[in-house]
């Protein structure tokens, strides 16, 4: 299929810069947070911005800007907005935000976009000044009811008290009179001082919880209109191939079968239920055309990172002078890591429905990205970007997948042939086997060491795709992709001598895109793994050598020295168990793991303890953290473990979840998580323990065996006597 380029409206990431192995970038207060006029405002609703509307019943609606992919942001984002506004989370009431940059684009990104791990940080003040603003504006309508100055009434869980004479006015009875009064200006209205937070920090039961424990969660595959038609695909096996011919008359001859849609890479059939356009889809028997990239294999993309790997690359940092200090050097240690491709694999396989018009197209799909699908579907089918209506739903997992809208425009691509709506779904298996995927990277590390150990030099030479060239070719700044080197050119390390750079590799006709991290996933593990292996070399404990490295960052060696302690680091473990720390500064956030291990005789590694610390700033739901903790690691773990795209004759290998399996229930881990108390800014948290926890597992794999990781995934070791 077409690869398009997702983000490449110049608005997106506007500013950004690399610091500290993550995105710090420019933040605006959205024009959601624009005052509202009165004449705006739906009929006997009080709605001073696009955030918030109050009805008379005293129903508080948030209008959620950015997408629930399991990840627990409605529920944080409603207590943000709960807080400064004084109502309970229970009062809140939650509608998806229609797709509209102009009032909803995420501050940092600059559209309306999950990803990142930014929702909080984002939102963290737009959110509660929306709150703080609708709270001044009643305390005031109340106050001129009564006679009195504001400064004298508070506002408690959606009522407002006139404190000496306790007098009382339910919001609902407010919001005419607070409706005329005029919108105070952004800052004017003072947020609470996190020492009178009463629901931030507290943990809350997550909103969209009862809806998927009974069913009434819709997600975009639930999707059913009358009428509805539902389309199988089947997509050119070789990226950049064609069709060449296919049997249409065996197809239709399917019972229920309706229509085959031909389009050059891509065959669809549409019919009234998922069996018999399967069915009709194998009948065809479709014949491709390969094109280009047929013979395309793993060891092909290898070989051209080898070879990458052996020049030059775009410099990323340079401290010092890391060449001299080699070269007298008392010991020069060197390593290659090597990273595959992975696939995203979300439980919901990708879909979208349609309806297309004469004169406008409905689109009914989980998507991070709701503006750039509206903004795409709009130059594919000449419409207005007015009449495109994307109806966003829960997401059954997104971890970057859904920030590409190709599945989208696939679908309206095949809607453009079809009377009505239809409902297009990918297989598993042309899930997996059309991925954009995580690249697959190849890194050459080398570090000097001191007559005690120490690191004087480093230098570290990383090889693979450059994602942000077709997400935002302006960020790329001489050379240097900011996501790929994220995680690598600002270790927490105190590191006198650095030296690191990018080596740009395309891998030939594989698309690749954002996975649950992308830079950091890659480079945290190759950065842990080798500081582990300078620490061996030096004979020290990898947590204290780990430590006499970051006196200067305090907050990365609170979080080591935490997850050690929580994990009993130094306590005496079974032959064959090991221990292994990982520690990383990505997303605006620091945080370390330690994996605890056992390796059988037969090879086969057991994780049976992971030990997560996080300093991610304030904290809004400490459930969500955990959650998030938990279900990142198991994310990870599945794919330092087990996950490896892999390719053959230009096809993708692996199919479904029998050769590119998850974690199974009964190898999951023990997760603990342990949050740092801080009054920093909000970090993000969704992303990072998938980054961590590979080198975790690799470097306790070392402590167990002696047997060194440099590859993943791990799979099983040879037999370990």
């Given amino acids: 299929m077409k690869s398009s380029p997702i983000l490449g409206r110049r608005e997106f990431l506007k500013g950004a810069a690399t610091i500290g192995g993550g995105l710090i970038l420019t933040v605006a207060i959205p024009p959601a947070m624009r005052p509202s006029s009165a004449a705006s405002a739906t009929p006997h609703t009080f709605a001073p911005n696009a955030f918030i509307r109050v009805d008379r019943e005293g129903i508080v609606t948030l209008m959620m800007p950015m ?42 990104l600059h559209i309306q976009s999950t990803g990142a791990s930014t929702s909080i940080r984002a939102f963290w003040t737009p959110l509660r000044q929306a709150g703080a603003v609708a709270r001044s504006l ?28 306790s007098r009382q006015l339910r919001f609902g009875e407010l919001v005419d009179a607070a409706s005329a009064l005029p919108v105070p200006s952004l800052g004017s209205v003072p947020l609470k001082q996190p020492n009178q937070f009463t629901l931030i920090g507290t943990s809350a039961r997550r909103l969209d919880t009862p809806d998927k424990v009974v069913g009434r969660a819709q997600f975009g595959i639930d999707m059913k209109l009358p009428g509805m038609a539902i389309a199988a695909i ?43 356009a399967k069915k009709a889809l194998a009948a065809a028997a479709i014949q491709w055309d390969d094109g280009p990239n047929g013979q395309v294999s793993t060891a092909e993309v290898i070989r051209q990172l080898e070879e990458a790997s052996a020049r030059p690359g775009a410099v990323a940092r340079h401290d010092g002078d890391p060449d001299r200090a080699m070269a007298s050097a008392a010991r020069v240690v060197e390593a290659v890591y090597q990273l595959p491709f992975l696939a995203h694999a979300a439980m919901e396989p990708m879909n979208c429905t349609v309806h297309l018009h ?150 030939p006709g594989i698309p690749t895109s954002l996975w649950r991290g992308v830079g950091p996933t890659h480079n945290i593990f190759v950065v842990e793994s080798f500081i582990d292996e300078l620490a061996h070399m030096a004979k020290r404990d990898p947590v204290e050598y780990r430590k006499s490295l970051l006196a200067h960052n305090p907050r990365a060696l609170g979080v080591l020295m935490l997850a050690a302690k929580k994990a009993d680091w130094g306590r005496p473990l079974p032959a064959r168990w090991g221990r292994g720390v990982a520690l990383q500064f990505a997303y605006g956030s620091f945080a370390a793991q330690v994996a605890e291990v056992e390796v059988g005789v037969d090879g086969r590694v057991r994780v049976h303890r992971i030990v997560c610390a996080i300093d991610c700033g304030m904290v809004v739901n400490p459930n969500t953290i955990a959650a998030q ?40 881990p023990i997760v603990e998580t342990h949050v740092v108390q801080s009054s920093e800014p909000p970090g993000g948290v969704g992303e990072v323990p998938t980054a961590t926890v590979g080198p975790a597992v690799a470097n306790a794999i070392f402590a167990a065996t002696g047997k060194r990781t440099r590859r993943l995934p791990i799979k099983a070791l040879d037999a370990v006597p």
């Fill in 629 to 668: 903790m938990e279900g990142g690691a198991l994310f990870g773990l599945t794919a330092a473990l087990y996950g490896e795209i892999t390719l053959k004759n230009g096809r993708v290998v692996q199919s479904n979840f029998n050769d590119y399996r998850p974690m199974r229930m009964n190898e999951a």
């Fill in 138 to 165: 009643l305390l005031t309508a109340a106050a001129r009811r009564w006679g009195v100055t504001p400064d004298s009434c508070q506002a408690k869980r959606g009522v407002v008290i006139h404190t000496s004479s």
């Fill in 358 to 507: 004469k004169d406008s197209c409905d689109i009914w799909v989980g998507t991070q990205v709701p503006t750039l699908t509206q903004v795409q579907v709009a130059e594919l089918t000449g419409l207005p970007k007015s009449a495109v209506r994307v109806h966003n739903q829960y997401l059954g997992g997104g971890f970057g997948r859904r920030l590409e809208p190709d599945g989208n425009f696939l679908a309206v691509r095949i809607a453009q042939h079809v009377d009505g709506p239809v409902k297009v779904i990918w297989s598993r298996e042309e899930d997996i086997q059309h991925d954009m995927y995580r690249p697959c990277y190849l890194d050459r590390m080398s570090a000097a060491l001191d007559v005690h150990g120490n690191p004087v030099a480093w230098k570290h030479r990383l090889c693979g795709s450059s994602v942000f060239s077709r997400y935002h070719p302006d960020l790329i700044k001489n050379g240097v992709d900011p996501d790929a080197v994220a995680g690598a050119a600002q270790p927490p390390y105190e590191l006198p001598n650095i030296h690191v750079e990018f080596v740009r590799v395309e891998p």
């Fill in 234 to 276: 089947a997509i050119s096996p070789v990226f950049g191939g064609r069709l060449k011919s296919l049997n249409e008359s065996a197809a239709l001859a399917v019972r229920g079968v309706r229509q085959i849609v031909r389009l050059d890479n891509a065959v669809a059939a549409v019919a009234d239920n998922t069996w018999a």
């Fill in 67 to 108: 997408a629930e992919m399991g990840q627990g942001v409605h529920t944080a984002l409603a207590m943000l907005l709960a807080e400064e506004l004084e109502v309970s989370l229970e009062q809140v009431k939650l509608e998806q935000a229609p797709s509209d940059d102009s009032l909803y684009a995420n501050p940092i």
